[in-house]
């Protein structure tokens, strides 16, 4: 019988390597392949353990089956040396586990970027002229700082990082989980589609970004690993703006002069409105370009089909968020009868609410925003559970700097699904075009863009380092 069949989770490495005894059976195993051949272990003597054939060679924790050959003897030991001691003795001896790193300092950064009102921008529901985020920042004992991003308002998010800061302060930077469901579940009244979350993704990234750092690996390394250093991107654009030099056209003739797989378009206030400006953009961008429009979830189910129809001739890639982000019967219901794939997630948050969306069947393409649905974890197990139903996956990114770098990282760490050789689409970053200094000048080294192309950042944990100077500029109370 091998190791691995004997104890389930062991783990054991002859050389300079950390011993975890995961049961009796194991502990016996390490006994007797350690110690002498004779030894005192629970006022019975073994003679000789080491030539039985029950018990297990070095070769158990590769798998193998042992062999019933006699061992030699070791060399005598000490009088006494091991007589009498056993499970002590032996974890005395063997090589003590590293200590683990724990959270000594976490705090928070709210950022506001105001522009002047008639720069205001926008979608179908409303325009705005404010953009604004927070930054997480978390110091080990060790002296490692992990930075993340929480999305929303900062004046919101702070009031929810001063209540639960306490709760991970001295903890394990490993123990998110544990943390994340004692607060969840001693505080559910306050529910999860709130800023809540969006802090608690905040301090996900900086600890996954601490713990890359700790260990010299890229987050998505921690996640699945880096199956690429080149993620393809679209340009998000096309946004409603009072400004008349801003227009559809104006946005549309700045994407084309780069080589990016495609653009998102903002539509949503009214059918013929839509037809109008998909009109525009395919004109603009060419046949050969993926046009993908938004909603923001202005509609309801018969105004969506009625959106539909007037869009299909124009070949779109995907509609986002055609409905409330409520409405899962009605996504259901339109998934059916739609041409269009659907998409949806920006504002859904955690597994729990993306598991009735995927299993519902509501969408072809699932879009988590990391900042907002829990971090990295929470998102990782979005996208697995998406391929698990054979759907399509492209997070949301329409934030900060950091964020965006979060949304590269899972995108590298997710496998090609269902595809081998042949990939249709492959999987689409979400590039914010808009004007937005905490997404294009909060970093010190931006994130590159080749040729239609984000560069993964090829530093340890997020691979982003803050300008400080451009954070205290963009600094809200």
């Not at 049961?23 to 272990?41: D, E, M």
């Not at 997480?136 to 998010?157: C, K, L, N, S, Y």
């Not at 986002?320 to 019967?329: G, K």
């Not at 598991?355 to 649905?373: H, K």
Request: with cysteine; glycine share 10%; proline share 7%.
């Amino acid at each position: 019988m091998s190791a691995r069949r004997a104890v389930t989770g062991c783990h054991h490495q002859r050389q300079g390597a950390t011993v975890w005894i995961a049961s009796t059976a194991y502990a016996h195993w390490l006994l007797l392949s350690h110690c002498p051949p004779v030894i005192r272990y629970g006022g019975a003597s073994y003679e000789a353990a080491c030539t039985k054939s029950s018990i297990l060679s070095s070769a158990a924790c590769t798998g193998r089956r042992a062999t019933a050959k006699p061992a030699s003897a070791p060399p005598a030991p000490p009088a006494g040396a091991c007589a009498g001691r056993g499970i002590r003795f032996l974890m005395a001896e063997l090589p003590r586990r590293t200590a683990v790193p724990t959270i000594e300092r976490l705090a928070f950064t709210g950022l506001e970027y105001v522009m002047p009102p008639e720069k205001a921008f926008g979608m179908s529901r409303a325009v705005g002229n404010r953009r604004m985020g927070g930054l997480v920042e978390i110091v080990t004992d060790q002296g490692v700082t992990g930075t993340g991003e929480a999305f929303g308002d900062p004046r919101v998010t702070s009031a929810y990082f001063q209540m639960i800061e306490p709760l991970f302060r001295g903890r394990s930077i490993y123990d998110f989980d544990h943390v994340e469901a004692g607060i969840r579940n001693r505080m559910y009244h306050l529910g999860a589609q709130n800023q809540l979350t969006a802090c608690l993704s905040g301090i996900n990234l900086a600890l996954h970004d601490a713990i890359g750092r700790t260990h010299g690996v890229r987050a998505c390394d921690l996640i699945g690993g880096c199956g690429t250093d080149r993620l393809p991107v679209y340009a998000s654009t096309g946004f409603f703006s009072k400004d008349p030099t801003n227009q559809l056209e104006h946005q549309l003739a700045v994407v084309k002069a780069h080589p990016y797989a495609g653009a998102k378009i903002k539509i949503g206030r009214g059918p013929a409105d839509d037809a109008a400006r998909c009109r525009l953009a395919r004109e603009m961008l060419g046949d050969d370009a993926l046009l993908i429009v938004d909603v923001n979830g202005n509609y309801t189910v018969d105004l969506a089909l009625a959106c539909i129809r007037a869009i299909e001739r124009y070949d779109i890639h995907w509609l986002e968020e055609p409905l409330p982000p409520a409405d899962l019967r009605g996504y259901a219901e339109l998934r059916v009868r739609s041409p269009i794939p659907l998409a949806a997630g920006e504002a859904h948050y955690t597994l729990r609410d993306f598991r009735q969306l995927i299993e519902g069947r509501c969408v072809d393409i699932v879009q988590p925003s990391i900042p907002t649905v829990g971090g990295l974890t929470e998102a990782k197990r979005i996208a697995v559970m998406a391929q698990a139903a054979n759907l399509r996956v492209s997070p949301h990114a329409w934030g900060g700097a950091v964020g965006l770098a979060a949304a590269l990282h899972l995108v590298a760490s997710q496998p090609a699904h269902p595809h081998g050789d042949n990939i249709p689409y492959p999987t689409l970053v979400e590039y914010d075009m808009s004007d937005n200094p905490l997404r294009t000048r909060l970093l010190r080294t931006p994130l590159a863009l080749e040729e239609g192309h984000l560069l993964l950042p090829p530093g340890p944990g997020l691979g982003v380092t803050l300008d400080p100077a451009v954070v205290a500029q963009y600094r809200v109370e």
